[in-house]
Nanobody
Framework: VQLVESGGGLVQPGGSLRLSCAAS????????MSWYRQAPGKERELVAT????????NYADSVKGRFTISRDNAKNTVYLQMSSLKPEDTAVYYC??????????WGQGTQVTVSS
């Protein structure tokens, strides 16, 4: 099993980024997928979740209306479109599924820095 997050970077407040999470070793179409983030000195928090079919999503209150989670099961990839970024969105972003989390595995994450 492998999860490879990408798409992070340095962006100014109000800007946008699109994160990608490419999975291998398992087929994401069978699983609910989520994005998490961990800011320096803070615990990892759940940001967004999408059902296996992509027909339902949930978001943390802090990102609701600004972030959009989506998936392409044919590409075995999950996305996080982030808009109206704020400095408090600065964190390392990870994707995962309940099945993979149960094994204790996390990818390397992708750093998002929002700063002027």
């Amino acid at each position: 099993v492998q999860l490879v997050e990408s798409g992070g970077g340095l962006v100014q407040p109000g800007g946008s980024l699109r994160l990608s999470c490419a999975a291998s070793g398992f087929t994401i179409s069978s699983y609910r997928m989520s994005w998490y983030r961990q800011a320096p000195g803070k615990e990892r928090e759940l940001v967004a979740t999408i059902t296996s079919a992509g027909d339902s999503t949930n978001y943390a209150d802090s990102v609701k209306g600004r972030f959009t989670i989506s998936r392409d099961n044919a590409k075995n990839t999950v996305y996080l479109q982030m808009s109206s970024l704020k400095p408090e969105d600065t964190a390392v972003y990870y994707c995962n599924s309940p099945m993979v989390r149960a094994s204790g595995y996390w990818g390397q994450g992708t750093q998002v820095t929002v700063s002027s």
